[in-house]
């Protein structure tokens, strides 16, 4: 059996969760990065800092009240006072361009701005300016201010808001993107958990994980793979008990048989216990063979190992030589197409064809051969085996392949496991087991398998 694995493409390698985790993070470190970028740049607007910075908060309104209201001496006291201790020049223009007062923008450093205008960046200090109208008078001022570029970002720094809304941002774009990659990984894991409970208290459900396995990541894949395994269980717990049950069942004939064969024994004479010990060797035959198929019915669903190549024309060959010795006077025509590779267990597979045989040789009649039929088809092979019988009714054909059962007009012997092993073991090999009546009449067997490539170098 061959199990072939496809190529990732690229939508498949996107849609994996791993990727999903990792895009997951890194998206959510490059929010966190750009809206602090952008709270830092609301932070450097003019507005922000006029309304917010200690220095410059409400200087408009008390410069103007203090002017007008004690003069110029005191006015220019107070623009040194800020001066000395937030290191923030401020010059006021009146409605005629000229300076009210005298400031404390040094010459110097004006001349040296009116230099550097056209490189502000080059500028140690950030300019602001502010318009204020006096509500008694009606003047109107005009505030320039010069900050140093050391006390804004001293400010910026120490102020709570820069580090509580960058914690804040952080705190709110993280707790996010995890609460949905944990809802995205969690809710999964949580059916998953639950098919387990379903499938430990025997009531598996194939639909719980349905909408589950289709999403194209690992599990995605990983509810595909539960749902087939758990379908597999479920199958093979209700096959085991309905295998208890037929086989109590089938036991219970020859046991019984046996007993009352024994206690006529005890009570026969040694004339009549003759013609009693061979229906007891026979009954004993019986149930031991019995015993051997149930085993073999069983032994199915154990680990066969490592699958081979098998040779398919020498298997086929040595099945019609030993049929031959059974029922010499059958013909088995056999037809293999050439270059037919096939990989699975030789032994579980020779047994499902000379189960299948075996039930073409109990109603073929003589005279008329055994068709068996070996052909490729597309990564598949295709294997017949047509008898010339009286066929099967159609009412019975669908449960022809379960242990026990045989049809209503079959007078062969057998106890019906012989169709049982060979359907449980080509559906081992991945394969499927078809029972039909052939349209000119008999009884058609089709096994359909998956087969290697091809090698046109072999014979038959």
């Known amino acids: 059996m061959i199990f072939r694995t496809e190529p990732r493409s690229w939508r498949t390698v996107l849609r994996s969760l791993f990727w999903r985790i990792l895009a997951t993070f890194w998206l959510a470190i490059a929010l966190v990065a750009g809206l602090a970028t952008l709270v830092g740049y609301a932070l450097q607007q003019d507005s922000w800092i006029l309304s ?21 001496y005191d006015s220019q006291e107070l623009l040194e006072r800020l001066k000395r201790r937030h290191h923030i020049d401020v010059q006021v223009l009146g409605e005629n361009g000229h300076p009210v007062v005298r400031g404390t923008f040094p010459p110097r450093a004006e001349a040296y701005e009116q230099r550097e205008s056209g490189n502000s960046r080059r500028l140690p200090w950030r300019r602001l300016t502010e318009e204020y109208s006096s509500s008694k008078t009606g003047e109107n001022y005009l505030f320039i201010y010069r900050i140093p570029h050391g006390e804004l970002f001293a400010w910026q720094r120490g102020s709570l808001f820069w580090p509580i809304s960058a914690v804040a941002i952080a705190l709110i774009v993280l707790t996010g993107f995890s609460l949905l990659l944990t809802l995205s990984i969690t809710r999964p894991l949580n059916r998953l958990r639950s098919a387990v409970h379903d499938l430990g208290q025997t009531a598996y ?31 093979l717990i209700d ?21 009352i064969a024994l206690a006529l024994a005890e009570r026969a004479t040694p004339e009549e216990g003759k013609a009693i010990w061979p229906r007891l060797e026979k009954d004993c035959d019986r149930l031991e063979a019995l ?4 085993l073999a019915l069983a032994r199915l669903d154990a680990d066969p190992g490592a699958a081979l190549v098998i040779d398919l024309p020498e298997m086929l060959n040595q099945l019609k030589a030993n049929a031959s010795l059974r029922a010499p006077e059958q013909d088995i025509d056999i037809h293999i197409e050439p270059g037919l590779v096939l990989c699975g267990w030789p032994n579980m597979l020779e047994r499902a064809l000379e189960n299948l045989l075996n039930n073409a040789l109990r109603f073929n009649p003589v005279g008329k051969p055994i068709e068996v039929r070996a052909i490729s088809g597309q990564e598949q092979l295709v294997i017949t085996i047509r008898d010339h019988g009286p066929g099967v ?31 449980r073991a080509v559906e081992r090999h991945g394969g499927t087991l078809v029972f039909g009546n052939h349209p ?21």
């Open 52 to 72: 917010r910075h200690p220095g410059v908060r409400n200087l408009a309104e008390k410069w103007t009240n203090v002017y007008e209201a004690r003069g110029q």
């Open 205 to 235: 459900q194939q639909n719980s994980l349905a909408q589950l396995s289709r999403r194209r990541d690992e599990l995605g894949v990983l509810a595909s793979d539960f749902n087939r395994m758990g379908a597999r269980l479920q199958s």
């Open 239 to 259: 096959s085991q008990r309905q295998l208890l049950r037929d086989v109590s069942h089938e036991l219970r004939s020859p046991l019984a048989r046996l007993r």
């Open 291 to 294: 015993i051997g198929e149930i």
């Open 393 to 423: 009714a159609a009412e019975d054909l669908l449960q022809l392949g379960t242990p026990f059962f045989r049809a209503p007009k079959q007078t062969a012997s057998g106890h019906g496991l012989g169709l049982a092993i060979a359907k």
């Open 440 to 460: 000119e009449g008999g009884f058609l067997v089709t096994l359909t398998l998956p087969s290697t490539a091809r090698d046109d170098s072999a014979t038959v």
